[in-house]
């Protein structure tokens, strides 16, 4: 994701946030104002005189007027003696009852002055409004959750459209191919009478497939920019919402603002959560179809000449609805992959222009360490780095700061601060040194880096491999060795404490997957041979040609497994004497360096 978009969206969360807050202080203050309001009705502090108190007062002749509401319970009570203005407040229960009473006592002889008064403003409205408040509270609620969707809010449901776009192609490293695919778009965003005269038909939309942080949106910005039109974007997720109908009136609206501005591009990110197969009919799907339907009226509905050029982006493309990839919709799909070695190095050089680099940090180097890293993760790499620097006082960023720049991003922070027992260091350090021995004397397997048992991340220790080269095609060999390679942390464990621990499960998580892979998908076991159990979508399917195939695959696994588990063993077993001498010294100085690693095999 775009850095500075996932920023604008923390920023919108940010708002979200901030105005749940103030609407739930709104609702807090108006219950305290309510309370009081209503405690001080009732006690009116000291003045209170109680009912009971108050026929007392009358029996004694004690009271010389009274002053009554129409519709009120709120008696004023004026005693004998009391100064001008002084009163006290009875609540009666029954007035009818009180003034038969009056009536009564002044027939006796004891006259009290009553005075009626009617029904004023002033004492009708505000119990009128006690009793509609929490109506007055609901549509409150309501009127902020519908503002906090985005109905009546613009700047929150597009961004980008009033500024001018700056980033340009230059910005996109790699993906030099793709760049001219996409080239002819900006030709016709910049001249499209040209194209229309001529009678092409130009895309309206393009699907750019690929991993998170692959550079979607940025080569979708750069083509706005290199065209000079405005750009609309949209995250996918932010149509699905909580009322129904509101992601398909998002979607008018969006397209509404795109005629007013074409020529332009609107893009949509993750177009996968609105777009997905259609099915069923369940709540969250008919909204989804809801939204997706209007997509599809937007896009047949306008013309070529109105020039709007949808981008979308997903990484799951095989989850899309068919219908969005009919001609006059996405009928162009453009897949962006992660960088290869020369793409990763321009972008590093992208992202280093303005970071201070000391003039023999290699980033070559760099680039060479990060096979299948997206041009996001190399950007992070960067900032990392210059932060690292920072904290380490240096001058500029030096080599040291991007080494570990690189390890926080592959394996995380490490953790000096953690404590860690001696058995759980030794058990570590015969793990990692089982790794790394044999894959050292795996002919398929890339040269140790560096083994440590400083806890990373969730890893109580790492075995780092050198990546010389970035490969198109895995053989069977180098998979096999791979689980090998995999497995020889567990058997270090069992050959040389004669015990297992849990510290393998995700070396075997990750080695049942690779096997798994290379019954299934590969067609690398003989026993079922060259077939794919992926279904149309992309998921694998164990039943999808019977049980028997099904327990083929479970047997075929377990054989690629036990193979590779028996042959690391073998291996390690093999060579115990540097075992030991390389858990040893991974235990005296906690990490070994590729130098200090090769010394143990010369
Ligand atoms: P996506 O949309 O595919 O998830 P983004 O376009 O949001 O990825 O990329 C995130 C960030 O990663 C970009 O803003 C940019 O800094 C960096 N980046 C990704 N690919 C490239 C590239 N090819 N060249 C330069 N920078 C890139
Ligand atoms: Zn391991």
Redesign the pocket.
């Known amino acids: 994701?775009?850095?500075?978009?996932s920023k604008d969206s923390k920023k919108d969360k940010i708002k979200k946030i901030a105005s749940l807050i103030v609407l739930i202080a709104l609702l807090v203050a108006i219950i305290v104002v309510g309370v009081v309001y209503v405690n001080k009705t009732n006690e009116e502090d000291e003045k209170e005189l109680p009912y009971t108190e108050l026929i007392k007062e009358i029996s004694n002749k004690n009271v010389e007027a009274v002053e009554m509401t129409v519709g009120s319970t709120t008696v004023k009570v004026k005693l004998k003696g009391m100064q001008e203005g002084e009163e006290k407040i009875t609540i009666v229960p029954n007035t009818q009852v009180f003034m038969e009473l009056i009536q009564q006592q002044a027939l006796e002889g004891n006259e009290i002055n009553v005075n009626q008064k009617p029904r004023s403003i002033l004492t009708v409205i505000p119990s009128y409004i006690m009793s509609l408040l929490p109506t007055l509270i609901m549509v409150a609620l309501f009127i902020m959750l519908f503002k906090m969707q985005g109905l009546g809010d613009k700047g929150e449901v597009y961004d980008e459209t009033e500024r001018k776009i700056k980033t340009t192609f230059d910005?996109?490293?790699?993906?030099d191919e793709e760049k001219e695919e996409l080239i002819e778009i900006v030709d016709f965003l910049k001249k499209p009478e040209k194209f229309i005269e001529m009678g092409a038909k130009i895309p309206k939309g393009v699907l750019l497939y690929?991993?998170?942080?692959?550079?979607?949106?940025?080569?979708a910005k750069a083509i706005a920019g290199e065209a000079g039109v405005p750009f609309i974007s949209m995250s996918g997720s932010e149509f699905i919402e909580m009322f129904a109908g509101l992601g398909a009136s998002r979607v008018r609206k969006l397209f509404e603002k795109a005629r007013k501005m074409a020529p332009c591009i609107v893009f949509i990110?993750e177009i996968d959560a609105i777009g997905a197969r259609r099915t069923g009919s369940s709540g969250a799907e008919s909204e989804n179809n809801q939204t997706l339907n209007q997509l599809l009226v937007e896009m047949d509905g306008f013309s070529t000449e109105e020039t709007i050029i949808v981008l979308a982006?997903t990484n799951r493309p095989e989850m899309l609805d068919k219908a969005l990839l009919r001609p006059g919709r996405f009928d162009r799909q453009v897949t962006?992959p992660t960088?290869d070695l020369k793409?990763r190095e321009?972008?590093l050089r992208?992202?280093a222009k303005d970071k201070k680099l000391a003039e023999n940090v290699t980033l070559k180097g760099i680039a060479e360490d990060t096979s299948g890293f997206?041009?996001?993760e190399?950007?992070n790499i960067l900032n990392e780095a210059a932060i690292t620097a920072t904290r380490n006082k240096h001058e500029v960023i030096e080599q040291l700061d991007l080494d570990e720049a690189v390890k926080k991003v592959t394996v995380g922070l490490e953790k000096h601060s953690r404590v860690i027992s001696d058995k759980d260091k030794k058990l570590t350090a015969y793990h990692e040194a089982g790794h790394a021995i044999v894959s050292q004397y795996l002919p398929t397997q890339t040269d140790v880096k560096e083994v440590s048992i400083i806890p990373r991340g969730l890893a109580g220790g790492y075995t780092m491999y050198k990546n010389d080269e970035d490969k198109y095609y895995i053989s069977k060999t180098e998979m096999e060795e791979k689980l090998i390679a995999l497995l020889g942390g567990r058997a270090a464990e069992k050959l040389a404490l004669d015990d297992i621990s849990t510290g393998a499960s995700n070396d075997i998580e990750v080695a049942t997957q690779v096997a798994r892979n290379m019954v299934t998908v590969y067609g690398m076991s003989d026993e079922i041979g060259p077939i794919s159990l992926k279904n149309d979508n992309g998921e694998l399917d164990y039943q999808m040609f019977g049980e028997e195939i099904e327990d083929k695959i479970g047997r075929e696994v377990n054989k690629l497994i036990n193979t590779a588990y028996m042959d690391a063993q073998t291996i390690l077993r093999e060579h115990m004497d540097k075992l030991h001498e390389i858990a040893t010294a991974l235990l005296e100085k906690e990490k070994i360096n590729e130098e200090e690693f090769k010394k143990f095999f010369a």
């Open positions: 994701m775009d850095q500075n978009k910005d996109v490293a790699g993906l690929g991993k998170p942080g692959t550079g979607k949106t940025l080569i990110d982006a962006i960088p793409g321009a972008i992208i992202h997206t041009g996001a190399l950007a």
